[in-house]
């Protein structure tokens, strides 16, 4: 079961297409995993910030804590699949992540938000761990020319969990209304309105683990760190993967690319209330964010059949360009052309992230592992840039603020053309 142990596992991963197929399916069930758990943070935001009277920069504090984990695990956890292999590195995400879930049961019982803020940083490290074993695992199950297709694909079920998790925070947190008895404070009974949903999702983590220590998944040989693999000629005089410039250059890409999403993201709400622009309350402005990450959904199911008949990094320059020129148009128009033109955006930001995420580490061989964990850590982004851009929109408009992401896709458009060849 070990993923890096001799040659007699080598075979396993030898063994066609079928093993390749299973493994593909089993993965899939991670990246929902970790795209509904992450999309929840936007239900959780709002229910603390009441629950204990937060301004937003204290709420803000909950994105900052999960951002935060993956630049500070993310090398370690490159660090740790490179030891013990994708497979045990995928157990030991979904374990931590579980933990993380079930923290916030002593943390609602005990009201206190510094204790949500650490159990939020431990399930953010295990996702980071899952991130780092699960991105490069898909990448290499196939062939490298299907690599960002196959990686697409999975996160197309990404996609997936963070259009069902609204739904299910709004049922389970936002829309209980609890009465404070006599034994608790207002603050505690709103408070232990999360023990619920997060002890189940504690428990579905705890089982995936059990079933991911049990199956027979195929090793990759090929990132094994032996003395066959790291002699190949490819490799010779390389001795990190940061000397690796298609690496370095997309970590850079992912940096601008989650900073790009996140902010529009952030900044949908505020610019669809915006009197020239469609003037909506905030709450039926929120109803139409469904509308930006589907569109990603699709995206993803769209753009891995695609890539499999055109080359990834054309996909890629294609995609930043209109993701490029939508954000334009709703920088300088009004009503509901600027309106559906950011909220378009969402279907070619779509296959951004793991396109990306596979060109940058094609090639890598026996530095695959780190060089996953450098682009995890370059998830960061989506705790810088969105900041940048709120101060942006402070100063010169929220419409105006929105050139900070056009920048970040040019990079991208210079990555898919060019960078990822270097």
């Not at 002699?231 to 992912?254: D, M, W």
């Not at 900073?259 to 009197?275: D, K, P, T």
């Amino acid at each position: 079961m070990a993923m890096m142990q001799s040659t007699a596992t080598t075979t396993t991963a030898q063994g066609g297409t079928e093993n390749y197929r299973f493994a593909l399916v089993s993965l899939t069930s991670l990246f929902f995993m970790w795209g509904f758990i992450t999309c929840l943070n936007d239900i959780l935001i709002p229910h603390l910030k009441a629950v204990f009277s937060l301004s937003y920069a204290e709420a803000m504090l909950i994105q900052f804590c999960f951002f935060g984990a993956y630049f500070l695990v993310s090398l370690p956890a490159g660090k740790l699949v490179k030891q013990v292999g994708y497979q045990k590195g995928i157990v030991i995400g979904l374990t931590i992540a579980a933990l993380g879930c079930a923290l916030f049961y002593p943390a609602a019982a005990l009201a206190t938000y510094g204790l949500f803020l650490g159990a939020l940083f431990v399930l953010a490290s295990g996702i980071t761990i899952l991130q780092v074993a699960a991105n490069p695992y898909v990448n290499a199950l196939g062939p490298t020319e299907t690599a960002s297709s196959r990686l697409t694909l999975t996160q197309a079920f990404n996609a997936l969990g963070t259009t069902v998790a609204p739904f299910f925070g709004a049922v389970l947190i936002l829309s209980v209304t609890v009465e404070a008895s006599a034994q608790l404070t207002h603050a505690q009974a709103e408070a232990e309105v999360v023990k619920l949903p997060y002890l189940l999702l504690a428990g579905m983590l705890a089982i995936l683990a059990i079933v991911f220590a049990k199956l027979k998944l195929p090793t990759i040989a090929a990132h094994q760190d032996t003395s066959e693999t790291t002699a190949n000629q490819s490799h010779l005089g390389k001795t990190s993967a940061f000397q690796f410039t298609h690496l370095t250059l997309g970590a850079v890409g992912i940096f601008v690319y989650v900073g790009a999403e996140v902010a529009i993201g952030s900044f949908l709400v505020n610019f669809l209330a915006e009197e020239h622009i469609a003037g909506l309350t905030e709450a039926t402005a929120a109803n139409y964010i469904a509308y930006y990450w589907g569109g990603a959904m699709v995206g993803r199911f769209i753009g891995a059949a695609v890539m499999r008949k055109v080359e990834a990094g054309k996909v890629l320059g294609f995609n930043a360009a209109m993701a490029a020129i939508l954000v334009f148009i709703a920088m300088t128009s009004s009503g509901q052309l600027a309106m559906w033109s950011i909220l378009g955006v969402g279907l070619f930001n779509s296959i951004m992230f793991p396109t990306i995420f596979s060109l940058a580490l094609r090639d890598l061989g026996p530095f695959t592992s780190q060089g996953s964990g450098a682009l995890c850590l370059a998830i960061v982004g989506g705790a810088i840039l969105p900041l940048l851009q709120g101060v942006l929109a402070d100063n010169i408009g929220i419409q105006q603020a929105f050139f900070l992401p056009i920048i970040c896709y040019a990079f991208i458009i210079f990555y898919g053309l060019k960078g990822a060849k270097l």
